[in-house]
Nanobody, 122 residues
Framework: VQLQASGGGLVQAGGSLRLSCAAS????????MGWFRQTPGKEREFVAA????????YYADSVKGQFTIFRNSTENAVYLQMNSLKPDDTADYYC????????????????WGQGTLVTVSS
């Protein structure tokens, strides 16, 4: 599966952005899709994940209640709605598909989209 992320940009603190990740190949119901983020000099950090078949979602504690992950099976895409953005949310955001099952670590994800930069100004 090839993944194409988009939707990043510059936004003021308190604003919202929606990231999109389009999958070129078929995403099966058993797959888990995730969003990670990374800032220079730091490890790639788990943000959110969704089970493609059931739609069950998982979030990092730092974004619970602020971000929402959802998918559109018809469009073969996964999204990350980000609200009440803070400067600390500034990062490159990546979508990815897990090799097998749910994981919160980036090494468990095998297919990655390119990053999309989110910059939140104070």
């Amino acid at each position: 599966v090839q993944l194409q992320a988009s939707g990043g940009g510059l936004v003021q603190a308190g604003g919202s952005l929606r990231l999109s990740c389009a999958a070129s190949g078929r995403v099966f119901s058993s797959h888990v899709m995730g969003w990670f983020r990374q800032t220079p000099g730091k490890e790639r950090e788990f943000v959110a994940a969704i089970r493609w078949g059931s739609g069950v979602t998982y979030y990092a504690d730092s974004v619970k209640g602020q971000f929402t992950i959802f998918r559109n099976s018809t469009e073969n895409a996964v999204y990350l709605q980000m609200n009440s953005l803070k400067p600390d949310d500034t990062a490159d955001y990546y979508c990815a598909r897990a090799r097998s099952g749910l994981s919160y670590t980036s090494t468990a994800y095998g297919d990655w989209g390119q990053g999309t930069l989110v910059t939140v100004s104070s």
